[in-house]
């Protein structure tokens, strides 16, 4: 194997970086040249646990830091973050491999996660009643919960943390994240950023590592909720082991995201749409659309006669190349895999319609590209249609009917996203409300919700009550507490021994 390591990475523990003392060392890629570039230290329990310690004495403090100034720390952050923004998509597309400007939008959208942990004063008012009964009044508000824990995918590495932890640290929380370590430097570079925005030691670390890690995360007494972002399989893991250790959870899984096309939509937009969600980030994202439902006689041909040519088309390259579209995926493994997953398309049958098996990037030979593909005649029952291949193949599966077409989507076992094209307003609601999937768009191919609102799938897409970010998020990293209360004046006075209808205390 290739190897220019350049760098040995750390941990960020209590505002300072960390150098690893577990001997153990996880090895990083450069996608584009499928050289090991960097090593990041793979933490013991004793680092992990030392890391909960410090975000344990951090919270009573932070935890009394009124919202209001918590928030100014939060603005400082988005500042900060604007003003590093060449550095930290540099460092998010040197470990993944997506283009640049592919890194600078899913910083950004981290970023409006930012700004709506900014509003944090708003979002923990509580609710107030008063005179719930003579003298009496109640009132709601919700309190932080102490040491939250994330363990996030390498496919978002800014992203997804920042979905995390700005509104854990805004609510009152302290954190430890322990990000993907395929792609640490960019979490890191966050961490550091929040320190110069102010935020006191020990109130956001990140800790590198693997299972040993994660499992102290999921064990220790001192955490109290873990958000988690990645596979299904081990996401289950997570929900179960986490939740049978008192631990609030949340974990956001796997995907198989299918758009359905009706006769009737506008197969130029269905193209459009088609490129960016199929093939953006080299398929590398959770509401990636890996799976065109064609209805109606013709539908397909009129899709496959346009997209050919604009895959065909499709630059792909590293992110050093300014004119990249898809850059490779994320590391030979990945590669690999993907590879390997359209070996078994072939084999169980499927039409391979365009290959991405052969494809060569000059310079780059050894890069772990993979050409876009597209499958037509994909049947359900195939390894190519039931599972998340994570890669830029596009799997064609032809409906009998409108149907037809909602059941196939309905019995899938993810329920992440989903999309419609159709310029019928009746079919569009009918699938809106019948569809048992998260989050649903009518002619948008990736209906990620805005930081205001939450992001979340159904079925094995998510384990767990809430959604992240958003209200939801708010919920998650807090608790509720109802006081109610009354102020005796000596004008009432006398025991009550029943609950009393009307609310009489
Ligand atoms: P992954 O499940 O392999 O890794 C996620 C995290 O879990 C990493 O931090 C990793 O270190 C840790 N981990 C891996 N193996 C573990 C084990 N055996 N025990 C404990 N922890 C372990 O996921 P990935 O390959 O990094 O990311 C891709 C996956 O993430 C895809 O399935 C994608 O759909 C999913 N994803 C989901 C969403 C969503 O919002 N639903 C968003 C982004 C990515």
Redesign the pocket.
């Known amino acids: 194997m290739n190897r220019a390591i350049t760098t040995t990475l750390h941990h960020y523990i209590g505002g300072k970086k960390v150098p690893g003392e577990s001997g153990r060392a996880g090895d990083i890629f450069n996608p584009a040249t499928g050289q090991v570039t960097k090593q990041v230290p793979l933490a013991s329990k004793e680092e992990v646990g030392q890391a909960i310690g410090v975000a344990q004495a951090a919270f009573p403090a932070w935890s009394e830091v009124p919202a209001g100034r918590r928030a100014q720390i939060m603005f400082r952050f988005r500042d900060l973050i604007r003003s590093n923004m060449d550095g930290l998509a540099e460092a998010v597309s040197s470990e993944h491999g997506k283009t640049l400007e592919d890194a600078r939008g899913s910083i950004t959208r981290g970023l409006e996660v930012v700004e709506y942990a900014c509003g944090i004063s708003q979002l923990l008012k509580g609710e107030y009643s008063g005179s719930v009964a003579a003298g009496v009044d109640s009132w709601s508000m919700r309190q932080p919960l102490g040491v939250c824990a994330g363990?996030?995918?390498?496919?978002?590495p800014a992203m997804?943390p920042m979905?995390m932890f700005p509104l854990a640290i805004a609510c009152g929380n302290t954190f430890v994240l322990?990000?993907?370590?395929?792609d640490p430097s960019c979490p890191l570079l966050l961490a550091e950023l929040m320190t110069e925005a102010g935020l006191p030691e020990g109130v956001l670390n990140v800790v590198n590592?693997?299972?040993e890690?994660?499992?102290t995360l999921?064990t220790d007494p001192r955490v109290q909720a873990v958000s988690?972002?990645?596979?299904?399989?081990?996401?289950q893991?997570?929900y179960h082991t986490g939740t049978a250790n008192n631990k609030r959870v949340q974990a956001?899984?796997?995907?198989k995201n299918h758009m359905l096309v009706m006769p009737d939509a506008d197969m130029d937009q269905v193209v459009d749409a088609v490129m960016g969600a199929a093939y953006g980030s080299a398929g590398?994202?959770?509401?990636a659309v890996s799976v065109v439902v064609t209805v109606g006689e013709g539908t397909t041909e009129r899709i496959i006669e346009k997209l050919v040519p604009r895959v065909e088309g499709l630059k792909v390259g590293p992110y050093t190349d300014p004119d990249a579209e898809m850059g490779p995926v994320?590391t030979p493994d990945?590669r690999n895999r993907i590879m390997g997953y359209i070996d078994k398309g072939v084999e169980e049958g499927a039409d391979l319609v365009l290959d991405g098996r052969g494809i060569q990037v000059s310079g780059h030979e050894d890069g772990c590209f993979v050409g876009a593909t597209i499958f037509d005649r994909v049947r359900t029952n195939m390894s190519i249609y039931t599972d998340?291949i994570?890669g830029p193949v596009l799997s064609i599966v032809r409906a009998d009917s409108y149907e037809d077409a909602v059941k196939m989507i309905n019995e899938h076992e993810y329920g992440?996203g989903t999309a419609i094209f159709t310029r019928d307003g009746d079919a569009a609601r009918d699938f809106s409300h019948r569809v048992q999937i998260g989050m649903v768009g009518v002619n948008v191919p990736i209906p990620v919700p805005l930081a205001f609102h939450s992001?979340?799938?159904w079925k094995r897409?998510?384990f767990g009550d809430h959604a992240?970010h958003g209200p939801e998020g708010v919920h998650f990293y807090t608790k509720l507490k109802t006081i109610t209360s009354r102020w005796p004046s000596g004008i009432r006075s006398g025991a009550v021994f029943n609950f009393r209808a009307g609310g009489e205390h």
């Not at 988690?228 to 996401?235: D, L």
């Open positions: 363990i996030t995918p390498f496919n978002f997804v979905w322990k990000p993907s370590e395929k590592g693997d299972k890690a994660v499992d999921l988690f972002v990645g596979s299904t399989a081990i996401g893991y997570i956001l899984c796997g995907a590398e994202r959770c509401m994320v990945a998340e994570f992440n992001f979340g799938g897409s998510l992240i």
